[in-house]
């Protein structure tokens, strides 16, 4: 059971995140009267792939992120003749964490939709979350409340799923340039250009290490970490 201190502040922190500040007193009482708080350690999974969908969760303190799975789709296009053009489209799949911190939500479309969970979610750094299981979740919001769900997690996929997207293809295409660089980097004789070229390299793969490296797929990294033995050499070319 919470003390009263604890209520009040889950109340201020609830009325507080943007999507429930909309609701009543008296429903977010009801929330977070029927929740409970758990604390989880940094490296602990909350749920999994596969698994039942159980409880919805709200994020008090803390960190955690999403993995998930991003359908990607390329339409390659190349000429037949003067008139004629032939197109492949090619979907496939690329692994992409999204970091969520306190006031975040998560957990409720697969209730909702009666489905296992499609994504996995691992705790960053100890986090403090107030859970609400199955039953009580479809005792607090009303059929109109889980329809205002599903709306706002689809508006928010489609931002996503654009923006990653669009993050996955820019940060593949400066793989492919630094893959580029490393087999043609022993062809140049000059000492000069041999200089640029690192040092264009290193610019990519600061900026890779930074921002996505760890989002990106295996054959990827690898290409990174290439690119950085050869950056850290004495000598101008290592063979790989």
């Not at 803390?62 to 037949?80: D, F, Q, Y």
């Not at 090619?90 to 009666?114: C, L, Q, T, W």
């Amino acid at each position: 059971q919470y003390s009263i201190r604890e209520k009040d502040e889950n109340f201020e922190f609830v009325k507080n995140i943007p999507y429930f500040s909309a609701f009543t007193d008296k429903k977010i009482q009801y929330l977070i009267t029927a929740c409970i708080t758990k604390s989880f350690i940094k490296d602990e999974r909350i749920y999994d792939i596969g698994e039942q969908a159980e409880t919805f969760y709200i994020l008090k303190k803390g960190s955690i992120r999403r993995e998930l799975v991003l359908e990607i789709e390329n339409t390659n296009r190349w000429p037949l003749d003067k008139n004629r053009w032939k197109m492949k489209v090619v979907h496939r799949a690329v692994d992409y964490n999204i970091p969520m911190g306190p006031g975040d939500f998560f957990g409720e479309e697969e209730m909702i939709k009666s489905t296992k969970r499609k994504e996995r979610v691992i705790v960053q750094e100890p986090s403090m979350v107030l859970c609400l299981n199955r039953n009580k979740f479809f005792e607090v919001f009303e059929k109109d409340d889980l329809a205002a769900f599903l709306n706002h997690r689809a508006g928010l996929k489609y931002d996503r799923q654009k923006t990653l997207v669009e993050e996955v293809m820019q940060e593949e295409a400066r793989v492919r340039m630094l893959n580029r660089m490393m087999t043609n980097l022993v062809k140049d004789d000059s000492v000069e250009k041999r200089g640029r070229k690192k040092s264009r390299m290193s610019q990519i793969v600061q900026f890779s290490r930074q921002n996505y490296k760890k989002t990106l797929p295996y054959r990827s990294c690898r290409i990174i970490k290439q690119s950085e033995v050869v950056l850290n050499s004495k000598a101008d070319f290592i063979n790989f």
